[in-house]
């Protein structure tokens, strides 16, 4: 081979012309092109706004199912299933790394593309990192699978109701259902392999189909099986900071490895401390927030509205992860020292007044600068940020009133909260963001219309995200009232509502 292949230079590689096909194309299972290959399209245009439009003679509209791909999407029931497959693939058809992928893995790459990444962020955009993890991978057949496991359990979730009483799939979804399985099946089995193989446990790949089955745990109950997950991912990061000596880790360091990279590993990072954050606040065993995700670079690293998840500011999530530990602390100081019990409620009775002065507007404003928001935008991030804001303060208070102090007045506090819930119904991006707030708001409700208030707010957000921790969410609420209602309001320790809950990961 004289000139380097297609392939490769699309691949943005060097290609090492050994043969034909080359050796880099044949270890990447890909077909090693010499020029660019004929690429039959659909539609009456390669490119331009009529790119992909077919003119199509009059037809019979049906109702699309909730969840359904839309109808501009052109999409035709696959030969043998009741899976939908795109005709032509945004994403998948358009990039040489998936030539040698069967129809249904494209048509779940394009699932997660244009559904997946923008449901786990606050904004869409150019550079939502989500869809960084998409290119990183295609050149990754474990972090691949992940990847079409978790748009294949998504597609699935749109088949469930949210008002069943014994939630089943609708036929038509039986097949996704069957693909998120067996894929999420071969994810774990080329972790397993891979984590037993040398040197592979430091690959960023690695930490990346630990994050998305995490999220794939989300959308089956987000109840317990994250934990493990995010146990695993910590032992990674402990065994892979062991087995790197000072000189090692000094030559590593010299070593850039780009923007993209950066910014990917940051976000995979902060994912963590996030998950680790809002999924220990609702855990019924000890099981505190430790430091294993945090460092000095993330501490002072300014927020971007690209990598945000909640849009929960991170002095918020600290609060709550303050809250977190403190539950445990309090636990096991119950009946033991008096001066350190006190001690200890001291510092919880401060970083409630810390949480109540938190600026949500200045913050919203600092958080938005590079994005040229409008003030109508900032106005309904301040809203968020307050939301999560009140639901912090009602978690606080939640784990102050076990001791039987002075509290807060929950009753203002949870009405502002179910207010600011309220006012950003529509808005999409925003709500689709309030599970935990909204969880919070109901342990505190005193009436049978903010509890319907509550319970058609998770409806709504199921509608959004169909996200099954959802329903989990809106069960736990549900024998929680029973009980309150039977028993009288005297569950003050978020821990009896961690016990309902088995551990539940809401975000």
Not at 66 to 95: M, N, V, W, Y
Not at 103 to 117: A, G, L, P, T, V
Not at 155 to 171: E, L, M, V
Not at 343 to 357: G, H
Request: net charge positive; hydrophobic share 40%; proline share 3%.
């Amino acid at each position: 081979m004289l000139k380097p292949c297609w392939t490769c230079r699309s691949r943005t590689i060097q290609c090492d012309r050994s043969q034909t096909p080359c050796f880099k194309c044949k270890k990447a299972g890909l077909e090693c092109h010499d020029k660019r290959p004929l690429r039959w399209v659909k539609g009456v245009a390669i490119r331009g706004k009529l790119r992909g439009h077919v003119f199509k003679g009059p037809s019979k509209t049906s109702a699309s199912p909730q969840g359904a791909i839309p109808e501009k999407s052109q999409a035709f029931i696959h030969s043998g299933t009741h899976l939908e497959i795109l005709i032509k693939p945004s994403f998948a058809l358009q990039d040489p790394r998936v030539y040698n992928l069967d129809q249904r893995s494209k048509y779940y790459i394009d699932y997660y593309s244009n559904r997946i990444c923008k449901l786990f962020i606050l904004f869409d955009s150019g550079s939502n990192p989500f869809r960084n993890l998409l290119s990183i991978g295609l050149e990754d057949p474990t972090l691949r699978k992940s990847i079409i496991a978790l748009a294949a359990r998504h597609y699935a979730n749109t088949g469930y109701s949210f008002d069943a009483t014994n939630p089943t799939i609708d036929s038509r979804f039986a097949g996704a259902n069957m693909d998120a399985l067996v894929y999420k099946k071969q994810t774990i089995e080329a972790l397993s392999l891979s984590l037993h193989q040398s040197r592979l446990y430091r690959k960023d790949q690695t930490m990346a189909t630990i994050l998305l089955l995490i999220f794939i745990d989300i959308l089956e109950s987000g109840i317990d099986g994250w934990n493990f997950h995010l146990q695993g991912a910590k032992g990674l990061l402990i065994l892979n900071h062991s087995l790197l000596d000072p000189i090692s880790g000094a030559r590593r360091s010299n070593i850039d490895p780009g923007n993209m990279v950066q910014e990917t590993r940051r976000f995979i990072t902060d994912q963590f401390s996030l998950i680790e954050t809002l999924g220990t606040s609702l855990y019924g065993s000890p099981n505190p927030v430790s430091e294993d995700f945090l460092c000095g670079e993330e501490t002072s690293h300014q927020e971007s509205i690209v990598r945000s998840f909640l849009g929960c500011p991170k002095f918020l999530l600290r609060a709550i992860q303050f809250f977190s530990n403190q539950r445990y602390v309090l636990a096991e100081s119950k009946g033991g020292n008096k001066v350190t019990n006190n001690k200890n409620i001291q510092n919880i009775v401060m970083m409630l007044e810390l949480t109540k002065q938190f600026d949500c507007f200045e913050w919203a404003l600092t958080f938005q600068q590079h994005a040229a928001a409008s003030a109508r935008e900032v106005l309904k991030l301040c809203m968020l940020s307050q939301a999560y804001k009140a639901a912090a303060l009602l978690y606080g208070n939640r784990v102050l009133g076990a001791l039987e102090t002075t509290t807060l007045n929950t009753e203002d506090l949870m009405k502002r909260l179910l207010g600011y819930i309220e006012a950003l119904q529509g808005d999409t991006a925003m709500f689709k963001c309030l599970i935990w707030p909204v969880f919070i708001a109901g342990l505190d409700c005193s009436t049978e219309s903010q509890q319907k208030f509550v319970l058609n707010s998770l409806r709504t957000l199921w509608g959004l995200t169909n996200c099954v921790n959802v329903i989990s969410a809106s069960n736990v609420l549900k024998d929680h009232w029973k009980q309150e209602e039977q028993f009288g309001s005297s569950v003050d320790d978020i821990s009896d509502t961690c016990r309902l809950g088995r551990g539940m990961l809401l975000i």
